[in-house]
């Protein structure tokens, strides 16, 4: 059975940094390209960032470019995102998901909210 369990996520002030996990269970990440995806309220699914089935490619949404960083344990099949210099636009579920493109499965998400 496939499952993704997020968390990481809370309440912060703009300028502050977070690292969100994804503890994945089901099938093994050093297999798959992984993604993690967020929604704000009100909004669709947007795409954050992604990264390959060994970790030697990442990509991120213009937004985030430069603050936020994805990375990957294989041996603890977790994947990672640390985000710094948080704004309030940030705020959102996030969501790891199966894919690069964050196409496949993926968790229940962990609430961000960016607040002062």
């Known amino acids: 059975q496939v499952q993704l369990v997020e968390s990481g996520g809370g309440l912060v002030q703009p300028g502050r940094s977070l690292r969100l996990s994804c503890v994945v269970s089901?099938?093994?990440?050093?297999?798959?390209?992984m993604a993690w995806v967020r929604q704000a309220p009100g909004t669709g699914l947007e795409w954050v960032s992604g990264?390959?089935?060994?970790?030697?490619?990442?990509k991120y949404a213009d937004s985030v470019k430069g603050r936020f960083t994805i990375s990957k344990d294989n041996a603890k099949n977790t994947v990672y995102l640390h985000m710094i210099g948080l704004k309030p636009e940030d705020s959102a579920v996030y969501h790891c998901?199966?894919?690069?493109?964050?196409?496949?499965?993926r968790g229940q998400g962990t609430l961000v909210i960016v607040s002062s």
């Open positions: 998901a199966q894919y690069r493109d964050g196409s496949g499965p």
């Open positions: 089901g099938f093994l990440i050093s297999r798959y390209d």
């Open positions: 990264i390959s089935f060994d970790g030697s490619t990442t």
